[in-house]
């Protein structure tokens, strides 16, 4: 796979004609454990946040293709297998990126049972990269919170929200 620069991105070809208005942008996440059940959280090289796994599909790109993609973009880690756990498309999910567009979010997280590879701390989109337990994260966004409490409680039945 090789990496798809933002300004060659299908948000960034959208973003050069229609500048920062509102945009629904179909988008994945990555919930991703390991053995010890710790989840693993990037360190954004654009804004130095903690975050999961995430981003915006491509033109010709299917869901599942898109959640492969990111995940090796941001991680260097290949996607086995995942099961979709929730969709979040409500407007207090709103948001602005660090680019100044602004997106009212449609996500649909999955949390990915079975990976390969070897975790890369440094990629074009992150600074760092680690699993975490869930009772010792670092600071991440209450999105991010609220998706970790979405799979704690997950039993197999996809969340709506």
């Known amino acids: 796979m090789a990496y798809l620069d933002w300004e060659k ?9 229609i500048g920062n208005d509102v945009l629904i942008v179909p988008t994945v996440r990555a919930v991703i454990p390991n053995a010890q ?6 360190r954004r090289s654009d804004d130095g946040g903690w975050g999961m796994p995430a981003g915006s599909i491509e033109l010709h790109e299917s869901i599942s293709d898109c959640l492969r993609r990111e995940v090796w973009e941001e991680t260097g880690l290949e996607v086995i297998k995942a099961i979709p756990m929730a969709i979040y498309s409500e407007p207090r999910f ?3 990126t660090c680019f100044g567009g602004k997106h009212q ?5 999955f949390i990915v049972t079975d990976w390969v ?9 992150t600074i760092d990269a680690q699993f975490f337990s869930l009772t010792e994260l670092p600071p991440i966004p209450v999105l991010y919170q609220e998706t970790l409490q979405d799979y704690q409680e997950f039993e197999g039945t996809l969340v709506l929200k």
């Open 117 to 125: 590879g070897q975790l890369k701390t440094q990629t074009e989109e």
């Open 105 to 109: 979010m449609f996500s649909i997280v």
């Open 37 to 42: 059940g710790e989840v693993l959280f990037i």
């Open 9 to 17: 991105s299908y948000v960034g070809q959208l973003r050069k004609k």
């Open 94 to 96: 709103a948001f602005t």
